[in-house]
């Protein structure tokens, strides 16, 4: 399988390993390479969980949530105006100041 197990896979993948499966019959149930079905079902013994990703990896975003919705509301209102005016104000607003780049990235441009 080319991408991640999904959590129906990985679930599939440690029920059969507890019914005595082997590596390679499961693997060839699930769709898996043997390595995978080794690393899912290794880390269901140790930890308990089936999951491979990692929570709040990578660098936070400098718009969140709230300011991106309030980035879309002013594009809304003025569609003709530049990225300098938009970004101008944006910043005149609560929010913590962004550079031109971050808003045309967070608008889409």
Known sequence: MAVDPSKFDRGQIVMTRR???????????VGCSRSA?????????NDG????????VGRPRVIKEKGRRRLSRLVKQ??????????????A?????????????????
Do not use: C, F
């Open 19 to 29: 019914l005595g499966t082997s590596i390679t019959e499961t693997a060839r149930l």
């Open 37 to 45: 079905i080794v690393s899912i079902h290794e880390k269901w013994i």
């Open 49 to 56: 969980d089936t999951s491979s990703r990692r929570q709040g």
């Open 78 to 91: 003025n569609r003709l105006q530049t990225m300098a005016q938009l970004t101008a104000q944006y910043n």
């Open 93 to 109: 607003g609560p929010s913590a100041s962004v550079s031109e780049h971050n808003s045309a990235v967070t608008v889409g441009y």
